[in-house]
Nanobody, 120 residues
Framework: QVQLVESGGEMVQTGGWLRLSCAAS????????MGWLRQTPGNEREFVAA??????YYGDFVKGRFTISRDDASGMLYLLMNSLRPEDSAVYYC???????????????WGQGTQVTVSS
């Protein structure tokens, strides 16, 4: 059974940084497509970043501010977010799948989400 558990979301000021973590079990992160997506109330989920093998992918709005990484030994996925803006406020989800398109919101497994709030 695949489980994804996010942590690290909190309130931060504009220009600040956060690191989100995702503890994955029931799958091998190095062999999976691991992603971060976000959602605000009333809107659809938005692709933030993904990592597949040695390759990383980002949504256009990231513009070099975020870095996705993983620790294969511990089964952890991370998202380091710098230069945060109020519009980055959202629930951030960790997600995974075994194959398919990477830059998408179509993933098979999801965590419960962690709230990020950026105050102006």
């Amino acid at each position: 059974q695949v489980q994804l558990v996010e942590s690290g979301g909190e309130m931060v000021q504009t220009g600040g940084w956060l690191r989100l973590s995702c503890a994955a079990s029931g799958l091998t992160v190095s062999r999976s497509i691991m992603g971060w997506l976000r959602q605000t109330p009333g809107n659809e989920r938005e692709f933030v970043a993904a990592i597949s093998g040695a390759n990383t992918y980002y949504g256009d709005f990231v513009k070099g501010r975020f870095t996705i990484s993983r620790d294969d030994a511990s089964g952890m996925l991370y998202l380091l977010m710098n230069s945060l803006r109020p519009e980055d406020s959202a629930v951030y989800y960790c997600a995974a799948k075994s194959r398919g398109r990477v830059q998408t919101t179509d993933f098979d497994y999801w965590g419960q989400g962690t709230q990020v709030t950026v105050s102006s």
